[in-house]
């Protein structure tokens, strides 16, 4: 059973009808926000939508493409048990506005995020590696990222 909000695309496109596109998706809602409104929608799927909880941010690294990484945001509504995935298309070396101000429980996978792809969330409270060494040279699920690894000798 779906109990996924059916007239929240509806609302949205109402709300920024050029700050989002709909992704066909089996599961659940998906959105598409540039990172310039990508706050302004956050807000308001938190403040008017109800969407109390970052259940997860995922970043997925699409070398050779154009930008180059998208950072995949669930985000779940407990009152009408509601989930919907937002996509943010991110340039290498671009900052993006960190969601941690909005969902304290983003500030992990954000981190993860930081440490294996390199991407830099702007106003993160403690940005920092959480997996891997401080000294660690790279980040090792992008795709360039050498099959060998890192020499240790």
């Given at each position: 059973m779906n109990l996924n909000d059916p007239e929240l695309l509806d609302r949205l496109a109402s709300q920024f009808p050029e700050g989002f596109t709909t992704v066909d998706s089996v599961d659940q809602s998906t959105i598409v926000t540039p990172l310039n409104s990508m706050m302004t929608v956050m807000k308001y799927l938190r403040d008017e939508e109800n969407y109390r909880l970052c259940l997860d941010v995922l970043a997925v690294d699409y070398l050779p493409d154009r930008p180059r990484f998208e950072l995949v945001y669930h985000l779940y509504n407990?009152?009408?048990?509601?989930?919907?995935?937002?996509?943010?298309?991110?340039?290498?070396?671009?900052k993006v506005p960190s969601v941690t101000g909005l969902w304290p429980g983003a500030n992990w996978p954000e981190r993860e995020a930081?440490?294996?792809?390199?991407?830099?969330?702007?106003?993160?409270?403690?940005?920092?590696?959480?997996?891997?060494?401080?000294?660690w040279d790279g980040h090792p699920l992008r795709k360039d990222y050498p099959l060998t690894g890192t020499r240790v000798d």
């Open positions: 407990p009152w009408k048990y509601a989930r919907l995935r937002v996509k943010v298309r991110v340039k290498i070396n671009e930081y440490d294996l792809f390199g991407i830099e969330f702007e106003g993160h409270p403690d940005l920092r590696r959480i997996y891997l060494p401080d000294d």
